[in-house]
């Protein structure tokens, strides 16, 4: 890598970029692009023009905007499409968001269609060809030093929202045009190998976490002796059990409770994915997951073995065994074991997909949304039970199986995080000239980025 004379901070004028190279600008984005805030909604209205409109999740998850993807259908009238239409080179960026730090995510427009405009909660940001280059200025959203600008100018307390003057006042570093393309064909480069990479290891996430559904989905219906005998359970969703298992209805093992909250329990949640929490929320959690209650009365109280389900979420498994003494909310209902038994089996039952879906049949409501599995209708489920030291051995099982496989996620989690530092620390290297992309030398980069 060449040497190139930088400009410092204080001669860029924010702190923010640090230093850039000294034959570089810095400016203002309102010097170099043209912007707007669009206001265009979703709801289709008689006597507007149909259109394929960009969303805000369209953004968030994706780089790059083309009519090729499975965008939503609606109307928007004539001065609408006009004004929000969305050219080849524009930068969407997330203009509202309920996280402070998904303010300002960018994606390029890379191919256009007449029909194809911006929708709300969005912003476009059109290069000026004479001083901008598009692909460059998705880059430059990305660096670290002016996503941070438009981060703290964002203001809200559960909904953010960046103010339409900020993103021009925004300062970014402006190299000559073709330096800006090849710094942007060189990321493209680079990020492409990461992302590779990266979605390689998630897809080996999936794969392991259906090896490790599948394991327990084998362990809580099959058992642990694989040479058992399977006779037919009566049930369709059940299919064969092992010989020595016996058919309940829910109804039969447990009963609703429904005691009062008591001062000093830990709040509980119940997760689709985690059952119940084991531990209080706390104050962050809290204020994103519930609305707390000061009147612990209005809580349930739950103990150990209890049964918890949301009525909303069974249909996605949201059940869990309780470990520990606490509260839940009133809108969860509290199943108490009439008889010994393993209460994290019946959970590990309940959250197979053969079990989930049998759930969503005995749910009501409207759409999948509003579904509800009440107690009446739980309690008629019918579950294939094996003896009471057996439950024991198989939850273990799926225990050590569980481990083992969010072990090896960890490992792959851990990787992928410091793959997404690299990728962060590489665009803003180079979009700030800390890497000369016209001598560029991989391991070079790789130091900067440490």
């Known amino acids: 890598m060449s040497p190139v004379g930088h400009q410092s901070s204080e001669a860029t004028g924010t702190r923010w970029l640090g230093e850039v190279p000294s034959h570089w600008q810095v400016t203002r984005l309102k010097n170099a692009a043209d912007y707007r805030v669009s206001n265009v909604d979703k709801v289709p209205a008689e006597g507007e023009e149909p259109v394929r409109l960009c969303n805000y999740t369209d953004v968030y998850y994706r780089e790059h905007l083309h009519p090729d993807l499975d965008l939503m259908q609606t109307t928007a009238t004539a001065a609408e499409i006009r004004r929000f239409h969305l050219q080849v080179g524009d930068v969407v960026i997330t203009k509202d968001s309920e996280e402070w730090s998904d303010i300002a995510v960018p994606a390029l427009v890379t191919g256009s269609a007449p029909d194809l405009v911006c929708g709300y909660h969005l912003a476009i940001v059109r290069p000026r060809p004479n001083r901008l280059s598009g692909p460059f200025l998705l880059r430059v959203f990305q660096a670290a030093g002016v996503n941070t600008q438009l981060q703290v100018s964002a203001s809200g307390i559960t909904r953010y929202s960046l103010p339409k003057d900020a993103i021009g006042e925004a300062v970014i570093p402006l190299p000559p045009l073709e330096e800006q393309r090849a710094i942007a064909d060189f990321l493209d480069r680079e990020t492409a190998d990461i992302d590779s990479l990266v979605g390689k290891q998630n897809r080996l996430v999936d794969s392991l976490i259906d090896k490790r559904q599948a394991a327990i989905c084998q362990l809580v219906t099959r058992g642990l002796n694989p ?144 579904l509800r599995l009440y107690w009446d209708h739980f309690k008629t489920l019918r579950v294939a039970l094996p003896p009471l030291a057996e439950q024991h051995e198989i939850v273990e099982a799926a225990q050590r199986e569980t481990e083992s496989i969010d072990a090896l996620v960890k490992v792959i989690e851990v990787q992928n995080a410091k793959l997404g ?30």
């Open 227 to 370: 040479t058992a005998t399977l006779v037919p359970s009566g049930v369709e969703w059940l299919g064969e059990v092992p010989k020595l298992w016996e058919i309940y209805r829910i109804g039969s093992l447990f009963r609703e409770a429904s005691d009062v909250g008591e001062d000093g329990l830990p709040i509980l949640t119940v997760s689709i994915h985690d059952g119940v929490s084991d531990r209080q929320l706390d104050d962050e959690e809290r204020e994103r997951k519930v609305i707390r209650i000061e009147d612990t009365s209005k809580y349930k109280k739950v103990i150990p073995s209890d049964l918890v389900y949301n009525m909303m979420r069974a249909w996605q498994g949201g059940f869990g065994a309780v470990l520990v003494a606490g509260l839940v909310s009133p809108a969860y209902v509290v199943a108490r074991p009439r008889r010994p038994l393993v209460t994290k089996f019946i959970e590990l039952l309940l959250r197979t997909p053969a079990a989930i879906e049998e759930m969503r049949c005995h749910s009501y409501g409207v759409a999948d949304f509003r």
């Open 421 to 450: 530092e690299y990728r962060s620390a590489l665009i803003s290297a180079a979009v700030t000239g800390q890497i000369d992309v016209r001598n560029y030398r991989p391991q070079e980069a790789a130091a900067l980025c440490q």
